[in-house]
């Protein structure tokens, strides 16, 4: 059994005066970037009028480091008889990648981000306002949903950053669900949006006894370059605090499966060599900067690191790994100061792809690691020579 974030824990046993839920869900994430399958750890609390929401995410075949979410998010909403206020609504993806805050009074809106030049502020018009989806859901734990209900909100903000926009909650929807061994009522609510950006539309399905949300589904766009504007989609849906994956239920596991288990394993300080075997698996059935990573990573931890020469080898019989993922692979042992195999790693990649900047640029790092700076300087002349923009 998995064990809980130590962050969420240390927050919990500090509220045990509070009203509190902890809920989990499992993510995935399509769009302009590799899918992305990751675990959200979220508890909800009351003190007083005030309502507060805490999100932890992490990379679901990653092991978990409470000190470095991939994404962490904070909202903060307080209720004053029928009116509803998001005090806060702070994101942090990536250690500080990219970050989104807003905060909120009676009269306006501030937003600021990493990514805009200042904050920017916005009067409040005649409708409920709330910053995010995750929000959203605090927002409905005060609302009485029913089949008919029908509400027009603000939401987020416009993309030309100088206004709210409109979006109609609606009911779409009533259906009994199996959940994990328990049944549950639940509406399905549609977020549409009433303008011609066409984001942000997502499905929530709440259940109407507690009014927990058990599946969400989102549109984003994201701003990513060289790639920005183009549109993602999301799924999660909750799941069991003490849910752990099973492999003998699954006919034909994939890579991310075996993963999944791996770490299942670890956390729960199972054998290091089944561990590691898993893992193997994983690499096997998809050679990848993911599988190489985990395994890497886990010879660390469980002290095996002289398999790494061995693994390295491995890699290296896979032709399918690309440029860039053996780069990266490369800046992993530079940063482990395993500098023999980053230089096989790199040396190879440069031999299969002499037309490609990105090898070069990695030969340039490990002699700069070395300090060999004029063979660096080298390898970064020459990459100069090569078309950058057929890399991307």
């Not at 509070?18 to 989990?24: D, G, K, L």
């Not at 893992?279 to 931890?301: G, H, N, Q, W, Y």
């Amino acid at each position: 059994m998995p064990k809980y974030s130590l962050c969420l824990l240390l927050t919990l046993l500090a509220l045990t005066s509070y009203s509190q839920e902890s809920r989990r869900y499992l993510g995935q994430h399509f769009g302009d970037h590799p899918s992305w399958e990751y675990v959200n750890e979220v508890i909800t609390y009351q003190k007083g009028d005030t309502l507060f929401y805490e999100q932890n995410r992490y990379n679901r075949f990653e092991v978990k480091d409470p000190a470095k979410p991939a994404m962490k998010q904070r909202i903060c909403l307080l209720k004053k008889g029928e009116n509803l206020c998001i005090l806060y609504d702070s994101v942090n993806y990536f250690q500080g990648a990219y970050t989104f805050e807003v905060s909120s009074d009676s009269d306006s809106v501030t937003a600021s981000s990493n990514r805009s030049a200042c904050p920017i502020k916005i009067q409040k018009d005649s409708l409920p306002y709330v910053s995010t989806l995750e929000a959203l859901e605090l927002f409905l734990r005060y609302e009485p949903l029913h089949v008919n209900y029908d509400q027009l909100i603000s939401f987020g903000i416009s993309p030309t950053n100088d206004a709210f926009r409109t979006f109609n909650l609606k009911v779409i929807g009533e259906l009994t669900v199996a959940d994990h061994q328990k049944t549950r009522n639940c509406l399905r609510l549609a977020i549409i949006s009433l303008d011609s950006a066409n984001v942000m539309d997502s499905r929530l399905l709440i259940d109407k006894a507690t009014g927990e949300t058990i599946e969400k589904e989102y549109i984003v766009i994201e701003y990513s370059k060289p790639v920005g504007g183009l549109k993602s989609i999301g799924y999660e849906r909750l799941i069991p605090w003490d849910y752990a994956i099973n492999l003998e239920a699954i006919p034909e596991p994939s890579a991310g499966n075996y993963l999944e288990a791996a770490i299942s394993l670890w956390e729960d300080k199972g054998d290091k060599q089944e561990i590691l075997n898993l893992i193997d698996k994983a690499f096997e059935k998809e050679p990848s900067i993911s599988t190489v990573r985990a395994k890497l990573d886990m010879l660390k931890r469980t002290g095996e690191t002289t398999q790494t020469a061995e693994f390295i080898d491995r890699v290296l019989t896979k032709t399918t790994i690309p440029d860039f993922s053996l780069n990266q692979i490369g800046q992993i042992l530079l940063r482990d100061k395993l500098y023999e195999q980053a230089y096989k790693i790199l040396h190879a990649n440069v031999e299969r792809n002499p037309n490609s900047f990105i090898p070069l640029v990695g030969m340039a790092r490990y002699y700069s690691a070395i300090e060999d700076f004029p063979k660096a300087k080298g390898y970064l002349v020459k990459s100069l020579t090569l078309d950058m923009d057929a890399a991307i």
